[in-house]
């Protein structure tokens, strides 16, 4: 067994290694706050691009952008508009054009390239080559609709046999 001065020598450097863990996991993960901060601001970026692929879906199959948000609603296909996480107020959405259109959100924290935005799908070409890096404060992104990407659907309704 330790002498005495020795348990106690010991007990300290324990104490003192899990100190030094939990405040070195703070630097290099960030605090719980920090994290909540940077969940909100993926869930933004998220959001904003689920808004935009329901204005791409409305552009192919009306031909026109939405004059409004609430417009992309669609009971049937279960699609609500989400809100700002934090503070439940509808994002910003503008014509800009005919097939050009700003989405907006107020960002809490500066993201870069290098960060992951939210999970994009394979197969849906609505990502492909955008950019979501955004600064703190409000934020817009500007996207046009290609119609050789995007192509209108059709009106006629196929005869039926």
Not at 56 to 62: F, P
Not at 92 to 121: D, G, H, M, W
Not at 129 to 134: D, I, L, V
Not at 148 to 158: F, N, Q, W
Request: with cysteine; proline share 7%.
């Amino acid at each position: 067994m330790l002498p005495e001065t020795g348990m106690k020598y010991f007990i300290y450097a324990i104490i003192g290694i899990v100190v030094i863990s939990v405040v070195g996991g703070f630097f290099i993960v960030g605090s719980p706050f920090e994290e909540r901060i940077r969940r909100f601001d993926k869930k933004r970026v998220s959001d904003l691009q689920f808004v935009q692929s329901e204005i791409i879906t409305y552009w192919i199959n009306k031909q026109k952008l939405p004059e409004r948000l609430s417009l992309l609603k669609d009971d049937i296909r279960g699609v609500v508009i989400p809100r700002d996480p934090e503070t439940g107020v509808e994002y910003e959405y503008a014509i800009l054009e005919e097939k050009k259109f700003a989405l907006c959100a107020v960002f809490s924290r500066q993201n870069s390239a290098l960060e992951p935005t939210a999970a994009r799908p394979i197969s849906v070409p609505y990502y492909e080559g955008e950019n979501w890096e955004h600064g703190t404060g409000r934020v817009c992104f500007e996207r046009t609709i290609d119609p050789d990407i995007y192509r209108p659907r059709s009106k006629e309704i196929p005869a039926q046999d």
